[in-house]
Nanobody, 127 residues
Framework: AQQLVESGGGSVQAGGSLTLSCVASGYTIRSACMGWFRQPPGKEREAVALISTRGSLYADSVKGRFALWQDNAKNTVYLQMHYLKPEDSAVYYC??????????????????????WGRGTQVTVSS
């Protein structure tokens, strides 16, 4: 079965760091756009970052603080988060869109392009 499993969430003080992992199974992440999204309590889900054949793309709110990369051998995507703020608190989700032709068509910071989702991992940043 094709799955996405996130881990690495937790509680941290403002200014701290966390690294989230998303392990994919049942397909190769080299044939996909891989994105991270988050949903703060009581708010809409929003895009954080993505990686595709076109490179990485970040939401303005996390540029310069978050870094995304993938390890193809481990079929895993990572989101390293630095200088965390209380407003970064959310459930963080990993998602994918198929890109077997490698065109990068899904190189877009929008959940509408991502049909496959993990269950999420909670990140809480205290002030």
């Amino acid at each position: 079965a094709q799955q996405l499993v996130e881990s690495g969430g937790g509680s941290v003080q403002a200014g701290g760091s966390l690294t989230l992992s998303c392990v994919a199974s049942g397909y190769t992440i080299r044939s996909a756009c891989m994105g991270w999204f988050r949903q703060p309590p009581g708010k809409e889900r929003e895009a954080v970052a993505l990686i595709s054949t076109r490179g990485s793309l970040y939401a303005d709110s996390v540029k310069g603080r978050f870094a995304l990369w993938q390890d193809n051998a481990k079929n895993t995507v990572y989101l390293q988060m630095h200088y965390l703020k209380p407003e970064d608190s959310a459930v963080y989700y990993c998602a994918r869109a198929d890109d077997r032709d490698g065109t990068g068509w899904c190189h877009r910071l929008s959940s509408a392009f991502y049909p496959y989702w993990g269950r999420g991992t909670q990140v809480t940043v205290s002030s």
